[in-house]
């Protein structure tokens, strides 16, 4: 066989072995059950995602997101943006096109609304990629800060106590600025968006200053999102996680205690009112849709759940950084599945100990980029180089070195 021929078939050879063209986890990923500075590891994420018959590069494997398209009609998912360009969410890309809808906490939105840290919920479609045709953002709290602990990285806001990581990103309202969590005080107004932990504690995954205490008006916003713990119609007080509200008793007529709600209303002289408490929109309703979730495990009624939607596990179910018995309460999971039935995943794979805000994503080469409306992709500006001219070097001159003439003595016998 000529010498390029047999080049060509050991390249082909290459190509087609399995894992061949794998990368390895980059640096900075943490082995074994440890954890990441900001409190939250593992590992078994792989460059792009969870690995196995989870998320692999470019998408979820196994019966779901192939590389390059999707499996079943689309995909839900719930987690937080991890990176731009377009958007990344679970270790997945979601390109934005023009037709793609925003929304904030219901409200019509752009993507000048989008940030690093917020929780949302994407509903895409295939088209080769995975194509965004719907972006929510849903903060988990908007008010005042009542109480600050900094050596814990904690707030307290409308009862619910709020943990912030080392690398919870913490800005100013209308112009991204950072802040430093010290910076926070009682008095604050401020967004939180996060995970719910259960029993009024979460996972702050970005923390916004809507007003200083100083300078906040008279009237400023506020929402929660919970599950109703404690309902009493008669008294006109209703319970989500740890926050109890007054709230007429009509209002409260078609909620049951374990549903998923979002309490909007404003502060007046400086006490919360509630306006609204209205059921949480749905997200995995769609059968046959893929879905990817980051989130918290809470023991329900029929079995495990988590983020309000029940997880329905089998004896194919693959399971990443633990097993099955290591399904507890409270552990942070990153869930792949189908939708069995509005609101019941059936899941194929579950991994442990993840990070929701890293996913091991290979490092970018240029800092964030905000995804630009009306473009598909975002590409990397273009970085014109000043021409340096280069400067004449010239060589020394070596001074010549005569050598003195020296005569041989005569030798003689």
Same mark, same amino acid.
């Given at each position: 066989?000529?010498?390029?021929?047999?080049?060509?078939?050991?390249?082909?050879?290459?190509?087609?072995?399995?894992?061949?063209?794998?990368?390895?986890?980059?640096?900075?990923?943490?082995?074994?059950?440890?954890?990441?500075?900001? *409190?939250? &590891? /593992?590992? @078994? =994420?792989? $460059?792009?995602?969870? %690995? +196995? #018959?989870? !998320?692999?590069?470019? *998408?979820? &494997? /196994?019966? @779901? =997101?192939? $590389?390059?398209?999707? %499996? +079943? #009609?689309? !995909?839900?998912?719930? *987690?937080?943006?991890?990176?731009?360009?377009?958007?990344?969410?679970? %270790?997945?890309?979601?390109?934005?096109?023009?037709?793609?809808?925003?929304?904030?906490?219901?409200?019509?939105?752009?993507?000048?609304?989008?940030?690093?840290?917020?929780?949302?919920?994407?509903?895409?479609?295939?088209?080769?990629?995975?194509?965004?045709?719907?972006?929510?953002?849903?903060?988990?709290?908007?008010?005042?800060?009542?109480?600050?602990?900094?050596?814990?990285?904690?707030?307290?806001?409308?009862?619910?106590?709020?943990?912030?990581?080392?690398?919870?990103?913490?800005?100013?309202?209308?112009?991204?600025?950072?802040?430093?969590?010290?910076?926070?005080?009682?008095?604050?107004?401020?967004?939180?968006?996060?995970?719910?932990?259960?029993?009024?504690?979460?996972?702050?995954?970005?923390?916004?200053?809507?007003?200083?205490?100083?300078?906040?008006?008279?009237?400023?916003?506020?929402?929660?999102?919970?599950?109703?713990?404690?309902?009493?119609?008669?008294?006109?007080?209703?319970?989500?996680?740890?926050?109890?509200?007054?709230?007429?008793?009509?209002?409260?007529?078609?909620?049951?205690?374990?549903?998923?709600?979002?309490?909007?209303?404003?502060?007046?002289?400086?006490?919360?009112?509630?306006?609204?408490?209205?059921?949480?929109?749905?997200?995995?309703?769609?059968?046959?849709?893929?879905?990817?979730?980051?989130?918290?495990?809470?023991?329900?009624?029929?079995?495990?759940?988590?983020?309000?939607?029940?997880?329905?596990?089998?004896?194919?179910?693959?399971?990443?950084?633990?097993?099955?018995?290591?399904?507890?309460?409270?552990?942070?999971?990153?869930?792949?599945?189908?939708?069995?039935?509005?609101?019941?995943?059936?899941?194929?794979?579950?991994?442990?100990?993840?990070?929701?805000?890293?996913?091991?994503?290979?490092?970018?080469?240029?800092?964030?980029?905000?995804?630009?409306?009306?473009?598909?992709?975002?590409?990397?500006?273009?970085?014109?180089?000043?021409?340096?001219?280069?400067?004449?070097?010239?060589?020394?001159?070596?001074?010549?070195?005569?050598?003195?003439?020296?005569?041989?003595?005569?030798?003689?016998?």
């Amino acid at each position: 066989m000529p010498k390029a021929l047999r080049r060509w078939v050991l390249v082909l050879g290459l190509v087609a072995m399995p894992g061949a063209w794998a990368l390895p986890d980059p640096a900075g990923g943490v082995g074994g059950s440890g954890a990441t500075p900001d *409190g939250i &590891g /593992g590992t @078994g =994420i792989h $460059p792009g995602g969870i %690995g +196995g #018959t989870g !998320i692999h590069s470019g *998408g979820i &494997g /196994g019966t @779901g =997101i192939q $590389p390059g398209g999707i %499996g +079943g #009609t689309g !995909i839900t998912a719930l *987690g937080v943006i991890q990176r731009f360009g377009s958007i990344y969410v679970n %270790g997945q890309e979601y390109v934005l096109t023009p037709q793609t809808r925003y929304s904030v906490d219901g409200a019509v939105g752009t993507t000048e609304d989008l940030h690093l840290g917020d929780r949302v919920t994407v509903q895409a479609a295939a088209d080769g990629r995975a194509i965004a045709q719907e972006v929510r953002v849903e903060h988990a709290v908007i008010g005042k800060v009542t109480e600050v602990d900094a050596a814990k990285r904690q707030l307290t806001i409308l009862g619910e106590t709020i943990q912030a990581g080392k690398m919870t990103p913490v800005t100013v309202h209308d112009s991204d600025q950072p802040l430093s969590f010290m910076a926070l005080k009682a008095g604050d107004v401020v967004s939180v968006s996060g995970l719910d932990r259960g029993n009024g504690h979460w996972l702050a995954t970005a923390i916004c200053r809507l007003y200083p205490a100083d300078t906040a008006p008279a009237r400023v916003p506020l929402l929660l999102r919970g599950q109703v713990s404690a309902l009493d119609p008669g008294q006109d007080t209703l319970a989500v996680g740890a926050t109890r509200l007054r709230v007429n008793g009509a209002r409260l007529q078609p909620l049951r205690v374990g549903q998923s709600v979002v309490v909007r209303g404003s502060y007046a002289d400086g006490r919360p009112q509630v306006e609204s408490v209205t059921p949480a929109t749905l997200a995995a309703q769609d059968v046959s849709n893929r879905v990817s979730l980051v989130g918290y495990l809470a023991r329900g009624d029929n079995g495990w759940t988590s983020d309000g939607m029940a997880l329905d596990r089998n004896a194919r179910t693959i399971y990443r950084n633990g097993d099955a018995a290591d399904m507890r309460a409270g552990s942070l999971v990153a869930i792949s599945g189908e939708v069995k039935a509005p609101g019941v995943v059936a899941v194929e794979s579950v991994t442990f100990r993840v990070n929701p805000m890293d996913f091991d994503l290979p490092a970018l080469p240029q800092p964030q980029l905000r995804p630009e409306i009306g473009r598909s992709e975002i590409e990397a500006p273009e970085i014109e180089r000043p021409e340096i001219e280069r400067p004449e070097i010239v060589s020394p001159e070596v001074p010549q070195v005569v050598r003195p003439q020296m005569e041989r003595p005569d030798v003689t016998d």
